[in-house]
């Protein structure tokens, strides 16, 4: 079912092949040089998507309209019944695609070309080949240079302080973001405002949620995607009819041919001589049991890096949120610091929880295995809390931790997809899909990819902020 992707790859000027393989089960290997990572970029092209779909139909058709040759169209229109809320967006700037956002609010403040930059950070730490292409054409389409996008594979000596503390923090937050402190934010905030580091905290949790989505379900590029492809139609220059339009092998400069990459640790001198890294396929070593209580306990008494929206205010932004005795959710005080973009997000956030077929427990547990990876404590505790209001033990709860042998066969196979996925975008492999696929079947398998999606993006910006625990 799943067919080999086939890269051809020029190295250094000497022509070598490297084949990978869906069906390996092996996670896909990071490219570390620059040459070799287009070529990358450009095998997503050919890449077989892992969830299967119904016939089209003529319903489909009208349904979906253009959309309708669309894997990804299709899917969630047959699978995720309306669980995804449309973020508005914002007319085209005058700088062309980078300064389009998915989401926006009058106070963000921070240049969306910037914004991109982080995106493309993110992703390559993910390794989601499919983003990290969508952010190269969007940067070349706003006038960066080749080189420019070149240097955020680097140490970013290049770059200023400002930008090098950001692309720091964006690494960490995307591969580390347990280890997030105070430090982390009052780095940020000697150049930055609050309310542009909550900015950015935003952009990347979306980030690092589309990285698994694509990567889970293996959504293949467009065949025109690539290179200078967007120039012209987002109010770029005009692209020079000499260079590649729809891919990816776009010309490299002599002097970052043969760099390889500082964004991860190489230490074996076979991957530094084939410039592949394997990726690795572990999950964070847990904290015991007796730790977590300690730290659940630590989080109930934490205060926010920075200042959240007073109750008040919150309240009256998101009334779907106000429980019996008035209060609102910490993470919904952070989120309404942003008039318009807070209540997009919060709408996301409750469509997740409270949309589509799985069921509040399976929900609550998948939130608990995701929080667990992520070391996100406030997210532990609130998925904590809901599987003992359902009538879950701490010793069941706990169990989730373990080996799995006691949950059924659907079960097992959504945990693995939720500990995989929540531990890297790629890590999860097209194997361990088929095999949720065929215990839990597809529609419960793609919303359960959904869901996990929206916890790591909810785990990254609770446990940036450090969000006192209710």
Same mark, same amino acid.
Request: proline share 8%; with cysteine; aromatic share 8%.
């Given at each position: 079912m799943h067919k080999n992707i086939i890269a051809t790859l020029f190295l250094g000027g000497l022509l070598s092949q490297t084949v990978f393989s869906e069906d390996t089960g092996a996670p896909r290997p990071t490219?570390?040089?620059?040459? !070799?990572?287009?070529? @990358?970029?450009?095998? #997503?092209?050919?890449?077989?998507?892992?969830?299967?779909?119904? &016939?089209?139909?003529?319903?489909?058709k009208k349904v979906l309209g253009e959309q309708a040759e669309s894997y990804e169209a299709r899917l969630k229109h047959h699978y995720l019944n309306g669980i995804e809320v449309p973020r508005p967006v914002t007319p085209p700037q005058p700088n062309g695609a980078a300064n389009r956002s998915r989401e926006s609010d009058p106070a963000f403040s921070l240049d969306n070309a910037f914004k991109v930059e982080l995106f493309w950070i993110v992703s390559r730490v993910n390794n989601c080949q499919y983003c990290i292409g969508h952010q190269e054409s969007k940067l070349l389409g706003a006038g960066k240079t080749e080189d420019e996008? /070149?240097?955020?594979?680097?140490? @970013?000596? &290049?770059?200023?302080?400002?930008?090098?503390?950001?692309?720091? %923090?964006?690494?960490? %937050?995307?591969?580390?973001?347990? !280890?997030?402190?105070?430090?982390?934010? =009052?780095?940020l905030q000697r150049h930055y405002s609050d309310l542009q580091i909550l900015e950015m905290v935003l952009? $990347?949790?979306?980030?690092?949620?589309?990285n698994r @989505?694509? &990567?889970?379900?293996?959504?293949?590029?467009? /065949?025109?995607?690539?290179?200078?492809?967007? $120039?012209?139609? #987002?109010?770029?220059?005009?692209?020079?009819?000499?260079?590649?339009?729809?891919?990816?092998?776009?010309?490299?400069?002599?002097?970052? &041919?043969?760099? #390889?990459?500082?964004? %991860?640790?190489?230490?074996?001198?076979?991957?530094?001589?084939? =410039?592949?890294?394997p990726t690795q396929a572990e999950a964070r070593r847990l904290e015991s049991r007796e730790e977590t209580l300690k730290q659940l306990e630590k989080a109930k008494n934490r205060t926010a890096r920075i200042t959240l929206a007073s109750n008040k205010e919150a309240a009256e932004l998101f009334p779907d949120v106000v429980t019996p005795s008035g209060n609102v959710p910490n993470w919904a005080r952070l989120l309404a610091n942003f008039k318009e973009a807070g209540k997009t997000r919060a709408k996301s956030i409750l469509a997740a929880e409270n949309g589509g077929d799985i069921s509040?427990?399976?929900?609550?547990?998948?939130?608990?295995?995701? /929080?667990?990876?992520?070391?996100? @404590?406030?997210?532990?505790?609130?998925? $904590? =809390?809901? $599987?003992?209001?359902?009538?879950?033990?701490?010793?069941q709860i706990f169990a989730l931790d373990g080996d799995l042998n006691?949950?059924?066969?659907?079960?097992?196979? !959504? %945990?693995?997809? /939720? =500990?995989?996925?929540?531990a890297s975008p790629v890590i999860l492999t097209?194997?361990?899909?088929?095999?949720?696929?065929?215990?839990?079947?597809?529609?419960d398998t793609v919303q359960a990819v959904s869901y996990i999606c929206s916890r790591a993006s909810f785990n990254r910006l609770t446990e940036s902020i450090g969000l006192t625990l209710e």
């Open positions: 490219p570390l040089t620059r040459p !070799l990572l287009k070529q @990358w970029l450009e095998s #997503v092209k050919q890449r077989e998507p892992r969830i299967p779909l119904p &016939e089209l139909t003529e319903e489909d996008i /070149a240097s955020l594979d680097g140490d @970013w000596k &290049e770059h200023p302080e400002e930008k090098r503390i950001a692309f720091q %923090f964006a690494k960490k %937050f995307t591969d580390q973001p347990y !280890l997030l402190s105070d430090d982390d934010i =009052k780095g952009s $990347m949790c979306g980030n690092n949620s589309i @989505w694509k &990567e889970a379900v293996a959504v293949p590029q467009r /065949a025109d995607e690539g290179g200078y492809s967007r $120039m012209a139609s #987002v109010g770029g220059s005009a692209p020079d009819p000499k260079l590649p339009r729809g891919s990816y092998l776009t010309p490299t400069s002599p002097e970052n &041919e043969n760099r #390889v990459s500082s964004l %991860f640790q190489t230490v074996s001198s076979e991957t530094l001589q084939n =410039k592949l890294l509040p427990l399976l929900k609550a547990q998948l939130a608990w295995i995701v /929080a667990r990876q992520d070391g996100a @404590w406030y997210a532990a505790g609130n998925a $904590m =809390k809901k $599987m003992k209001e359902l009538g879950q033990t701490e010793d006691d949950f059924s066969p659907r079960e097992q196979s !959504l %945990f693995v997809l /939720a =500990k995989n996925l929540a097209t194997e361990q899909v088929a095999d949720a696929v065929k215990n839990a079947g597809p529609r």
